[in-house]
């Protein structure tokens, strides 16, 4: 596909993607569904990249999804523009490659709502989190009533909802919506440095790590220890074997493909 609004690069098994809208603060539109979802497709295909790190250019991660995009939709469109977004999200979630937000600046909105879809969140100092969609007298459309509760509980995820309120990058750390804050001129060499750990590690576990977890949010606790048990016993000899002899014999494992 022929991109206008992500660029990417890959860099030692990193694939760096940076939402382009800057004069617009990177407000999701239709056009960023079709290529975030042509994008999900093409990068789950390549051996080449084992972590993503998704970003925004400017001073936006995202600001928000295209209001003037949304004003005119009916109520139809608007339950459709809705369900893509979600379907977007959800392919990014459940893509079997771990992906970080590098949230640079404004998270706002279907912004914070991409940022909860990603499996790591990495803020710079400047970043403002939020879920404003009440102040336009609407609702998150992109999963974020369902995301937020899930993760930083229900009683703060409906006070940023009821409210409004735009928050730090301090104020997101503390209650867990974001694993790390540094500054601005960090935040891209942190977030590699992060994305070629995880990429050195065993393929298949840090596949199976993301899959598992995952998928234990959906299931009670005795069927996620279920499924626990056989991915561990289903990479145990390969990858697994490997991995305990050269840690006994002190040297770097030689993984296979994920």
Known sequence: MDYQILKIGVTESVATVTISRPQALNALNSQFLQEMHALIGEIAGRDDVKVVIITGEGKAFVAGADIAEMASKTQDEAREFSKRGQDTLRGLELLDKPVIAAINGFALGGGCELALACDIR?????????????????????????????????????????????????????????????????????????????????????????????????????????????????????????????????????????
């Not at 609702?139 to 009821?162: E, N, S």
């Not at 990479?235 to 030689?254: D, N």
Request: some cysteine; charged content about 25%; hydrophobic content about 40%.
């Open 122 to 258: 990495i803020a710079s100092t400047k970043a403002k989190f939020g879920q404003p969609e009440v102040n336009l007298g609407i609702i998150p459309g992109y999963a974020g009533t369902q995301r937020l509760p899930r993760l930083i509980g229900l009683g703060d995820a409906l006070y940023l909802m009821l409210t409004g309120e735009m928050i730090g990058a301090g104020e997101a750390l503390r209650l867990g919506l974001v694993q790390k804050v540094v500054e601005p001129d960090q935040l891209m060499p942190a977030a590699v440095e992060m994305a070629k750990t995880i990429a050195s590690k065993g393929p298949k576990a840090v596949k199976a790590v993301k899959l598992v977890a995952r998928s234990g949010l959906s299931e009670d606790f005795d069927a996620g220890c279920a499924l626990e048990s056989e991915t561990f016993s289903a990479i145990f000899e390969g990858e697994g074997t490997e991995g305990m002899r050269a840690f006994l014999e002190k040297r770097p494992p030689k993984w296979g493909k994920g």
